[in-house]
């Protein structure tokens, strides 16, 4: 079987990798005084040139910045929104993990003002990576839509700005819909949407949550589906766009738990994405048997090497899931990554940088196992 030539490849990786001392104290130092930003722009781009060359020694065929100049997966690009403020309030999530429950805590956030982009967000981000790039094809990350008020919910939006709900999301996607223009216009062709609703909406008890808080989180995923088609309809041609659907990466730590079984009808159906990037890395994420809803011609990347213990998996046992996914996706149409990112924010996840890169290595090894 031959390898794919276009995205996502046969291994692939969701986007962060662990941020390396020196930019950690480089972060410290800015934010302490002791540094300016153009000297912590000056670390910022050289780790990337490393990490970058890592992605394709490795034999990587797509390579990000390893998201080292965001503290966080999401609210770095969130608060540059236009019309979006920080506020005094705090976001909250509650994360579990095998010893216990932890908390991620962000500025809060409000909606002032109608939604805009006053120039593209992540534009030089994605210039510089695309500059550096020798083998590999850049990809972007970039948090979905549905992220700007998972956590907050609607009663962060002035409703003496937005008294139509329904205009506030038509302006979340024209806002969207500017930036993938403004990428594509740099060149991107590949683009990774990271979004947490849609999978977290598997677990009773977050649709309870958003239940508790005058929402309708029965119906939630069908909304959140139709915002981000809507962010990606008039997407330029050539242009390969994938969703990541997590249920939560903080510390090696999780939000929610369940298969996708709950809303893969309509995500897998209806979801107008090139790919899918799928957590199946324990027996929190379910099964295979979602997949069945998987029209032909979408792409299924399988996350079954963890990345939130440093153990590494058998290669192996690797194959067999493999195998046993094609049960109901065909296996052209199957590929190989990490179930998550290696450091959604800058903390990073509970491995070393050795045990990074021996996974990566390993997802490398067991494609061309399998597709050649």
Same mark, same amino acid.
């Given at each position: ?21 020196? !930019? ?8 302490? #005084?002791?540094? +300016? ?7 910022? +781009?050289?780790?990337?040139? *490393? ?28 608060? /540059? ?6 506020? @005094? ?13 932890? *908390? ?14 006053? *120039? ?28 700007? !008020? ?7 939006? @002035? ?23 403004? &990428? ?34 029965? /119906? ?46 309509? &995500?897998?159906?209806? !979801? ?9 890395? +324990?027996?929190?994420?379910? #099964? ?10 979408? /792409?299924?990347?399988?996350? !079954? ?7 590494? *998996? ?36 509970? &491995? ?21």
């Amino acid at each position: 079987m031959d390898a794919r030539t276009e995205p996502p490849f046969r291994a692939d990786h969701v986007g962060s990798l662990l941020r390396p001392r020196s !930019l950690v104290q480089a972060r410290h130092d800015f934010a302490e #005084g002791r540094i +300016d930003a153009a000297r912590l722009r000056a670390v910022e +781009d050289a780790a990337i040139r *490393e990490v970058i060359a890592l992605q394709e020694d490795i034999g990587l065929r797509a390579a990000t910045d390893g998201e080292f100049r965001r503290t966080s997966w999401h609210m770095d690009f969130i608060y /540059q929104l236009g019309g979006v403020i920080r506020t @005094d309030d705090e976001i909250v999530v509650t994360f579990r993990n095998d010893e216990g429950t932890g *908390e991620f805590v962000a500025a809060g956030l409000a909606v002032r003002q109608p939604l805009h982009l006053d *120039e593209p967000i992540f534009a030089d981000d994605y210039r510089f990576l695309a500059g550096q790039v020798r083998t590999a094809m850049p990809k972007m990350t970039l948090p979905s839509p549905n992220m700007v !008020l998972f956590r907050s919910g609607t009663t962060a939006v @002035d409703r003496s700005v937005y008294p139509d709900l329904d205009q506030f999301w038509a302006d979340l996607s024209t806002a969207y819909a500017d930036e993938i223009r403004a &990428l594509a216009a740099l060149g991107c062709r590949y683009l990774q949407l990271d979004d947490t609703s849609l999978a977290c909406m598997n677990d009773p008890a977050q649709r309870a949550v958003l239940a508790a808080r005058g929402e309708d989180g029965e /119906q939630t995923h069908l909304h959140n589906i139709r915002q981000i088609n809507a962010a990606v309809a008039d997407r330029p041609a050539g242009m390969r766009i994938a969703v990541h659907l997590c249920r939560g990466n903080f510390r090696s730590s999780w939000v929610a738990e369940g298969g996708y079984d709950y809303v893969a009808e309509a &995500l897998f159906s209806d !979801l107008d994405v090139d790919a899918f990037f799928c957590e199946f890395d +324990d027996e929190r994420s379910g #099964g295979f048997a979602p997949l069945r809803f998987v029209p032909p011609g979408k /792409q299924v990347v399988l996350g !079954l090497v963890t990345t939130k213990r440093g153990r590494l *998996e058998d290669p192996d046992v690797l194959k067999r899931r493999i195998d046993e996914a094609a049960r109901y996706v065909p296996l052209d149409q199957l590929s190989l990554s990490p179930q998550c990112g290696f450091s959604s924010t800058v903390d990073g996840n509970v &491995l070393n940088p050795h045990q990074e890169v021996d996974k990566l290595r390993l997802v490398v090894k067991v494609a061309q196992d399998v597709w050649g």
